[in-house]
């Protein structure tokens, strides 16, 4: 076998998915991954810091990709507008770099430990939202409530998309889940 493989990335992604499933997160240790992936512990460790980075590598440019995008959005366009923007034209572009999203999501959902550390990275994409929002010249209170009202509209989207990913694209999900939450806004108002 040569000592290089291509698709180790890949194979170990793969053997850990299929055994978090089985098994739970909590079950799997990264002995049994690499032994399903037919590769060594030194393997795994290049490209993984432990089993919980199978499922979050590269999660750590999400507030930076996301916050860019709202930066370069049309400076013509409301606060809010451009938020939208900046979910959908990110968002697609992470959604399509997401392998196994649906599975990953099962996952994450099962385990209070995963849980926690979506929380935390969806934190610093609050925060990376707010502070774009204030160099786009939002006040600070707006910007910190339209961001996390972003990171709800892009987890709903990406729950949505995840669920039935060839109904509608993400794009589509974010401006599904924005249009849903301003009629909820809406009909509260009338009341």
């Given amino acids: 076998?040569?000592?290089?493989?291509p698709k180790a990335e890949d194979r170990l992604r793969d053997a850990a998915l299929v055994l978090f499933l089985e098994h739970g997160y909590e079950n799997v240790t990264v002995a049994q991954i690499t032994e399903l992936a037919g590769l060594t512990r030194r393997t795994f460790s290049?490209?993984?810091a432990?089993?919980?980075?199978?499922?979050?590598?590269?999660?750590?440019?999400?507030?930076?990709a996301l916050a860019d995008a709202l930066l370069r959005a049309d400076d013509s366009l409301e606060p809010f507008e451009a938020l939208l923007a900046a979910l959908t034209s990110a968002?697609?572009?992470?959604?399509?770099?997401?392998?196994?999203?649906?599975?990953?999501?099962?996952?994450?959902?099962?385990?209070?430990?995963?849980?926690e550390r979506e929380?935390?990275?969806f934190a610093a994409v609050t925060d990376a939202l707010a502070g774009a929002l204030r160099q786009?010249?939002?006040?600070?209170?707006?910007?910190?409530?339209?961001a996390h009202v972003g990171v709800a509209i892009f987890q709903?989207?990406?729950?949505?998309?995840?669920d039935q990913p060839d109904q509608a694209g993400f794009p589509a999900r974010v401006r599904e889940a924005a249009a849903e939450l301003a009629e909820i806004?809406?009909?509260?108002e009338q009341r």
């Fill in 136 to 146: 786009r010249g939002v006040a600070g209170s707006e910007a910190g409530l339209l």
């Fill in 46 to 48: 290049r490209y993984f």
């Fill in 156 to 162: 709903a989207a990406f729950e949505r998309w995840t």
């Fill in 185 to 188: 806004l809406s009909v509260k």
């Fill in 119 to 121: 929380r935390t990275k």
């Fill in 91 to 115: 968002g697609e572009l992470l959604a399509s770099r997401v392998p196994h999203a649906a599975q990953r999501r099962v996952i994450i959902k099962a385990s209070p430990e995963l849980r």
């Fill in 50 to 64: 432990d089993k919980r980075d199978v499922l979050f590598a590269g999660s750590e440019r999400l507030p930076e």
């Fill in 1 to 5: 076998m040569p000592r290089w493989d």
